[in-house]
């Protein structure tokens, strides 16, 4: 079994125990870092796209799905 540290922006830290190699860990992180950026460009442009409600469901669906 493999031991994680997480530290995060406030200097904390997160230790995880767990039976994942580093590339399952890697590539989990980078899967949420890719949904959260996504998030955040969905809340950005959500003032643009306000008035269409048509393009504002495609493109949340098109995103969250990814």
């Known amino acids: 079994m ?3 540290i997480i530290e995060t922006k406030d200097k904390g ?3 995880i125990r767990t039976s994942l190699t580093l590339e ?4 989990f992180i980078e899967e949420i ?12 442009t959500f003032n ?4 269409n409600r048509k393009l504002e469901a495609k ?7 990814q």
């Open 33 to 44: 870092e890719k949904k959260e950026k996504a998030k955040k460009l969905i809340n950005t």
């Open 59 to 65: 493109s949340e669906f098109e995103w969250y799905e």
């Open 13 to 15: 830290e997160l230790k």
């Open 24 to 27: 399952q860990i890697k590539k």
């Open 48 to 51: 643009t796209l306000k008035g």
């Open 2 to 4: 493999g031991k994680v």
